[in-house]
């Protein structure tokens, strides 16, 4: 469809102002002339804004979340035990929830606790998604007592972590109709805040065939898929995978994990936790192991997009980086990196490494992370300006589901450390550059036709209003896919 949007401020991200003009669609791309046959909408006045870019989130997991038991809103013990004896037997056999936070509970959710609750087998993860707690039944019915001692997994108190975690996902695999049922509804949720694209790691617990069948066949969101690899030859299968390809879904880079969550006090650190001295984190791949990723990488072509979290795989990854192309031709990035030295920074400024930052967890974690850290530390922790001013690209970032995909109440924390304008060119710009292939900057002649629209001039909101704002209507390749 063609169209004509009359009377539109339009917000342009490089230099943080308006142009009141008409906007062109044809085919589903901006154009300069006229089309012809074209729906003429007039927008009296309203602000038009890029598409926002998340450059780091779980679009299935999202739409899973809404599925399964959200825990997210629990604060209480009493408030736990309510929900969890009022469950009932579920077709797949399980009930599986997410969201709860040992800070705000005030105590872990543990086997002994879940098993003198419900008889019905439970894998309920914490909101961060690195740490889960199971109860007996859930331990017998699927033999998970394979996964015991696995980065700190615990059976005799129902705890599983890390590679356990993803192990037992393993044995809980998703069906391909389920697949597109949460890729829907997960898209849905991202689009109602004008978040037209999304970079996303989706493949956890499911069939890769299964994946790869749904995203290209999709048509809601525009998906760039870093693919969750567990050995270096897989980034050859994934250049394989590249021939699915579509105008909505790209497959241009592979997701590591390094270490944890400080939630879980798996993030990989230097030295030890200070409210656990005996306990550094989790280490998935020392600098050596890494190595091979990154060669078969640059060889291949394809980004490597690295989980780090902790100052100690932060300094594992930056010795195996060290041997790329010079400028970071493929954009190989790190996402979170929530403690790092002046030293570290200045190296992943060398290397041109990008960053995707989640300045919400700053707002959501901070207390429990200064415990994990200490006062001392803390100083180094969260240090999204510091990246900034020494010159690193920053993209934003929510992690959803660990956080709402809502990018407002993610730029609200980020104004503790940037000034507006620079958060919405994270949200706007930097993701669309983020990508391993050439972009077009957005809304100028030839570029995809996705945009939203607000009713209020975004830059003069106050920022206690931000968490509330409501988008009035998303565009996705010339369509409404949303509206208010």
């Not at 035990?81 to 105590?107: A, C, M, Y």
């Not at 889960?132 to 019915?141: E, S, Y």
């Not at 939630?263 to 091979?292: F, H, I, M, W």
Request: glycine content about 6%.
């Amino acid at each position: 469809m063609n169209s004509i949007f009359k009377n539109c401020r339009i917000y342009n991200p490089l230099n943080g102002e308006y142009n009141f003009q008409d906007l062109f669609v044809e085919d589903g791309a901006i154009v300069r002339h006229k089309p012809e046959n074209a729906e003429i909408i007039d927008l009296k006045g309203c602000y038009l804004y890029p598409g926002m870019v998340d450059s780091h989130a779980h679009l299935l997991a999202t739409g899973k979340k809404q599925f399964i038991l959200d825990l997210t809103g629990i604060d209480t013990k009493d408030e736990l035990v309510t929900l969890l004896k009022n469950l009932e037997e579920q077709p797949r056999g399980f009930i599986e929830g997410r969201g709860w936070d040992q800070e705000k509970l005030g105590f872990m959710p543990d086997r002994r606790f879940l098993d003198a609750i419900t008889p019905f087998p439970l894998l309920l993860v914490r909101r961060c998604g690195h740490i889960a707690t199971v109860n007996g039944p859930m331990i017998w019915k699927y033999s998970l007592h394979d996964l015991n001692g696995i980065d700190g997994t615990d059976l005799a108190l129902g705890v599983v972590k890390e590679r356990a975690l993803e192990k037992l996902r393993e044995k809980l695999l998703s069906e391909r109709e389920e697949l597109k049922k949460y890729l829907q509804t997960g898209a849905d949720e991202f689009l109602k805040y004008g978040i037209t694209n999304v970079h996303s790691d989706d493949y956890h617990n499911m069939e890769l065939r299964d994946l790869i069948e749904v995203l290209s066949s999709q048509k809601h969101i525009r998906i760039y898929e870093k693919l969750r690899i567990k050995s270096a030859e897989e980034l050859e299968v994934l250049k394989e995978l590249q021939k699915h390809e579509t105008d909505f879904f790209s497959l241009r880079a592979a997701k590591l994990y390094l270490d944890g969550s400080f939630g879980s006090r798996t993030a990989a650190l230097c030295e030890p936790y200070t409210d656990d001295p005996q306990n550094k984190g989790v280490l998935y791949l020392s600098s050596d192991k890494l190595l091979p990723f990154v060669k078969r990488a640059e060889k291949e072509s394809i980004q490597l997009a690295i989980h780090i979290i902790g100052d100690r795989a932060l300094k594992e990854a930056l010795s195996a980086f060290s041997i790329i192309k010079e400028g970071n031709p493929l954009k190989h990035r790190l996402i979170h990196v929530q403690i790092a030295t002046e030293e570290q920074i200045k190296l992943m400024a060398h290397l041109k490494l990008r960053v995707s930052i989640q300045p919400i967890f700053y707002k959501s974690d901070r207390e429990m992370a200064f415990s994990r850290l200490g006062p001392e530390r803390f100083k180094n922790a969260y240090p999204f300006k510091r990246m900034d001013e020494a010159g690193i690209s920053l993209s934003m970032s929510t992690d959803a589901p660990v956080e709402s995909a809502n990018p407002f109440q993610n730029i609200h924390a980020a104004e503790y450390f940037f000034d507006r304008k620079r958060a919405l060119y994270m949200y706007m710009i930097s993701g669309r550059l983020f990508e391993n292939r050439e972009s077009i900057f957005p809304l100028t002649e030839g570029s995809k036709a996705d945009f939203f629209l607000l009713e209020r001039e975004l830059l003069s909101i106050p920022s206690n209003e931000l968490d509330d704002l409501e988008v009035s209507m998303t565009i996705l390749n010339g369509k409404v896919v949303y509206e208010r």
